[in-house]
DNA sequence: CTTCAACAACCAGTATTTTCATAATTTCTT
DNA sequence: AAGAAATTATGAAAATACTGGTTGTTGAAG
């Protein structure tokens, strides 16, 4: 889990960076807003906590311009000073997650952190492999190739599963063994049977074979074209 | 919008009444658990402000038999004691949007208030579920299929609204499982059985059939044609 | 006591997996 | 480069597992 911290005063700041860092989280820091953008650009967080009142470009403007470009769904934690009620009205308008007014207890912000990652991790998994015009869905369970539905048995999927993910690298057959039938093998040959069964429905019917055999070691899903 | 209050402090209980009543929200207040699940059995609310310490029933319970009932989307902000942290991280997992750290400030209250409903606001329009032309109010708990009604037991309901969630996504066994009866689970056939009376109510008198069994996996509600 | 929803047990029908014999391919050896 | 050895592919039939549909029983609520 990849934390932006946000914030001028340094010594907060590098309080804040050593608790989350103690806490398990990788830590990221800026002291102003100009930064904050430029790292928010380059890199993928799994939350931003961001001050209002920064030098520069402040946290709501900040928080804006995350939620009208790329990074549109990573969560925010906003910090406001006690005398800024007003500001944190505009903070939820402008898009944050939730806000936490100063001084605060760090407890609380752990808190809140996890409470917000939870509430916004269940939306943002990717949820659909990928390789060359080869598509599963886990949420549906249903596979398409080059858009057109592909119908798979129970066993076929799992294959194709694993296989997907961990394209373009080559599983080795004990591991699909173990992944269909755990520790008690049946006959030897049985991976052979539904490498075949799968093939048939995902490559045969296309020119582009994308199952690849690895003689000796196991089985491989990659696209030559490119 | 109409916001139900648990605490059993009465002082705290008359205040926040009069501060939220001030504010334009209309009011109902509870001063134990049970009074709160029954007056929340009878009516609809916006929101729920529920005190985590309770005589008799206590706020978590409450919390858990919204999620597991009816009005599965009414938004709860918990109140706790400062030194309840860790019942905090409890609270959220029980399903609480929001909490507050007790003495807390009435403009922070309202704040809050106003960020969860905005939040919530979004999702909770959608008050009907709607998949093909089988429609789940969750405010009547009623469900027609083609403008005709459809009458179902409890069981029924529950599993019927986690289908039309998750729709058109594949909900596993074990979660519908789970969802009815928890960790202890009585027979492996039982579901079979619940399915099949939800399909004999949905699904029989009707040429497009939307309930379908992912063999191996569980069940899924999908609209073919389209 | 009655009623109704939930539960468990069952069989039949269907879908899926496994097996097995044979063909094809790759790799190794000379 | 050719043949032998090892590995993998194919395809259909047999075995297994799963699901649908029933029915009688249980248990709780009115």
């Not at 928010?40 to 520069?56: A, E, R, V, W």
């Not at 804006?64 to 009205?89: C, F, G, Q, W, Y």
């Not at 049985?190 to 690895?214: E, G, S």
């Amino acid at each position: 889990m990849k934390i932006l911290v946000v914030e001028d005063n340094k010594d907060i700041l590098a309080n804040l960076h050593d608790f989350l860092t103690l806490k398990g989280y990788v830590v990221d820091c800026a002291d102003n807003g100009l930064t904050a953008l430029h790292l928010i650009s380059s890199q993928s967080y799994d939350l931003i906590i961001l001050d209002i009142m920064l030098p520069g470009v402040d946290g709501l403007t900040i928080c804006d311009s995350l939620r009208n470009n790329a990074h549109l769904d990573t969560p925010v934690i906003m910090l406001t000073a006690k005398d800024e009620i007003e500001d944190k009205l505009k903070g939820f308008e402008s898009g944050a997650d939730d806000y936490l007014v100063k001084p605060f207890d760090l407890s609380e912000l752990l808190v809140r952190i996890e409470a917000v990652l939870r509430r916004t991790s269940k939306n943002s998994q990717q949820k659909i492999l990928q390789v060359a015009d080869l598509e599963f869905n886990l949420d549906t369970m249903s596979v398409t190739r080059a858009g057109k539905p592909v119908t798979l048995k129970p066993a076929s999927l799992k294959l194709l599963k694993k296989l997907m993910q961990e394209s373009p690298c080559v599983v080795k057959r004990e591991t699909l063994e173990q992944l269909l039938w755990g520790d008690d093998l049946p006959d030897k040959d049985n991976l052979k049977a539904h490498i075949y069964l799968l093939r048939n429905k995902i490559d045969k019917p296309f020119a582009n074979k994308l199952l690849k055999t690895v003689h000796g070691i196991g089985y491989q899903l990659l696209d030559q074209n490119q």
